[in-house]
């Protein structure tokens, strides 16, 4: 009899077993599907459980669908940083799942929504790297594509124009088929007559991989040769443009030219550096992935080059607003995948100010915002790249045969102008090949051990272009709130002791909230005295003493007996330690001041002068307390909360 009613309860049991082990997520992501006109908020909920099942149950291709709906159904309800972390989740799942152009489709809006947040500071050395040819050991060379600008003729105007002389300018040569190739002769002599320039050479096969000849090869390379002064090749360069490019669409032959100008070049012309330049095409990384089939390998590239525009509208189309993606974002894959092997160079970039297509528009504030943002931000994030080559063209231009999305030229817009000017005035930035800048940049970890005055910069990139301010906070006091790129704020580590959290908030144009970073971060500071709320004991430069009456925390706000307070700064008990019961008031005498405070009262008394407190000093069983910072900061020193310790510490300023 009890065997059959076991055998029962376990059938019970087995049939009350949480449904969701068996449920179909597919009866989730339909009713979202049917919700989600009327009722957004519980089709989201439906899409994240019928995302979760897909998931643990191996199904990433469906799992990354459902995400794709939450993306597109948080941007629709303007839930911007949740649609963009729906994004960044899309696309892992696709690609774990081997089908990233999956996500293709939501690339630009998703990378646009995606939230940032990284900390920097500068370091003097910049550790050990194998330099490559023409490589500073820290700096970024400045360059610039200027033969439609107004330096065209002369490249020394330059310095006149933009406020420093630029290392590198930019020419295009062709080679139409064999015996037939063109050089950028003007530019390479204006190039030669510039103290310290180079020049990047934009070789292009243009009658296709089938119409190079070695011996073509070996001409170009003795007139470069004969320049005599530094030359960064970007050989057959964004051969991962289908439909644009001759040499696009064989990549094993490409490998093999390629090689083959790199021996020639190093045989015949020392002066000249192999580039390897892809152009970034907004896509999932995964789909990015197939430009890496045409790589001739390291023994061959000196360094990689990566070429990308920031437009308002993607290739001019309205239903491809480009506003929100962070040209610097640009970088960052082939930055993660290049960057521990070789120098990288941004060889073309801009930023349009006008748009030309699909209507004309003004978006100059948009420019010179990102402008300051892309060069002051640059060195923190990515201090590999040791090239940057400004296209200062307007695609209005006659001679320019290509789509006509934007002007990018940088002498006809004065608030472009200023931008650049002040965005490349930083030391990063160098105007002559060899030079080195004085530094480079490490970035914050959590529970990283810092010593001295650190300047923090930080990298941002939000749901929105614009940013207002960021916040610091160390041990939950504001220390500062910059409001341009790259938001650096002076922390001096030496005055926290030991262990603390340092809480970094961004804002957004609104003035809202819109990402925040916890760093736990330890100072160098030593605490001459330290109080425990609750303990009838504290420190003095490292001694325990003790206490007849425990600190206590009241409001929010940690109270400590003022007497002890006072023997911890140094204030000697008999002589300048004094109470008048008759006028119930506390006198303390230290550091050549005369302190009075008055339990009951919301003020003190310092050398005579009255000055309010915004909590008033507490008589508890025979005692004065009051929160340390008063005592402390009248007599020479500083108070923090260490939540770590959970202690008040007192340090000396």
């Not at 073309?348 to 420019?367: C, K, N, Q, Y």
């Not at 090239?387 to 006659?398: G, K």
Request: charged share 25%; hydrophobic share 40%; proline share 6%.
């Amino acid at each position: 009899m009890k065997v059959s009613r076991i055998v029962v309860i376990l059938l019970f049991l087995l049939l009350l077993t949480p449904a969701a082990a068996w449920a179909d997520p597919w009866q989730d992501y339909r009713r979202a599907e049917e919700l989600e006109a009327g009722d957004p908020v519980t089709a989201e909920s439906l899409y994240r459980s019928a995302a979760a099942a897909f998931e643990a149950s191996g199904d990433l291709k469906n799992a990354g669908l459902a995400w794709q709906k939450i993306f597109r159904l948080c941007d629709r309800q303007g839930k911007l940083a949740e649609a963009g972390a729906a994004y960044v989740k899309e696309a892992a799942l696709f690609q774990q799942a081997g089908v990233p152009d999956w996500a293709w489709g939501d690339t630009a809006r998703g990378e646009s929504l995606k939230s940032v947040l990284r900390l920097f500071f500068p370091v003097p050395d910049p550790g050990r790297i194998t330099l490559a040819k023409f490589e500073p050991a820290a700096g970024t060379y400045l360059g610039l594509y200027e033969e439609r600008g107004p330096a065209g003729n002369d490249y020394n105007r330059v310095k006149d124009l933009y406020g420093r002389q630029h290392a590198l300018f930019l020419g295009y040569g062709h080679i139409y088929g064999p015996g037939n190739f063109v050089l950028p002769r003007d530019a390479m002599e204006k190039a030669r007559r510039v103290p310290g320039a180079g020049l990047v050479l934009a070789l292009e096969p243009n009658g296709g991989l089938e119409g190079l000849r070695e011996g073509d090869l070996v001409a170009i390379a003795r007139e470069l040769a004969a320049l005599k002064i530094p030359i960064f090749l970007r050989f057959a360069s964004e051969m991962n443009m289908e439909g644009t490019n001759a040499w696009h669409g064989d990549p094993a032959a490409y490998v093999t030219w390629f090689r083959r100008a790199a021996t020639i070049m190093r045989r015949e012309a020392p002066n000249v550096a192999l580039v390897w330049n892809p152009f970034d095409i907004v896509q999932p990384e995964g789909v990015k992935a197939a430009a890496l089939e045409y790589y001739p390998g390291d023994d061959y590239v000196d360094w990689v080059g990566v070429n990308f525009y920031s437009d308002y509208y993607l290739s001019g189309r309205a239903d491809q607003p480009g506003a929100g993606l962070d040209p610097l974002q640009r970088l960052d894959y082939w930055y993660r995948i290049f960057a521990g092997r070789k120098p990288l160079m941004v060889g073309e970039f801009a930023i349009a100010h006008t748009v030309l297509s699909p209507g004309r528009a003004d978006v100059s504030r948009w420019a010179a915002f990102n402008i300051r943002k892309f060069y002051r931000t640059l060195p923190l994030l990515y201090p590999r790249v040791k090239a940057v080559v400004y296209f200062d063209l307007n695609e209005s231009d006659p001679l320019y045969t290509q789509a006509k999305v934007s002007d990018y030229r940088l002498d006809d817009n004065q608030e472009v102008l200023t931008a650049y000017r002040e965005a490349i005035a930083d030391p990063h930035y160098l105007e002559q090949v060899g030079q080195e800048a004085p530094g480079t940049y490490r970035e914050l970890e959590d529970g990283m051990a810092i010593q001295g005055e650190i300047t923090l910069g930080a990298a941002v990139k939000l749901y929105d272009p614009f940013i207002s301010r960021v916040e610091y906070y160390l041990n939950g006091e504001l220390l500062g709130s910059p409001a341009s790129p790259p938001y650096q704020l002076t922390v001096d580590f030496n005055r926290l002791p030991g262990e603390g959290s340092l809480v970094v908030k961004a804002y957004d144009s609104q003035g809202r909230e819109a990402i925040s970073r916890t760093f736990t971060v330890f100072g160098s500071a030593i605490p001459v005295a330290t109080f425990t709320p609750g303990q009838k004991g504290y420190t003095i430069n490292g001694q325990t003493q003790a206490m007849d009456v425990a600190p206590f925390i009241e409001n929010g706000r940690t109270y400590v007996p003022l007497r002890y307070l006072a023997l911890a700064l140094g204030v000697p008990e008999e002589e300048d330690i004094g109470w008048d019961a008759v006028t119930e008031t506390v006198t303390l005498k230290g550091a050549g001041h005369i302190l009075r405070f008055y339990p009951g009262r919301a003020e003190m008394e310092r050398d005579g002068r009255r000055q309010a407190l915004d909590v008033a000093p507490l008589n508890r069983a025979g005692r004065v307390f009051l929160p340390a910072r008063y005592v402390a900061e009248a007599l020479g020193y500083r108070v923090t909360w260490s939540p770590a310790r959970q202690q008040l510490l007192v340090i000396r300023e």
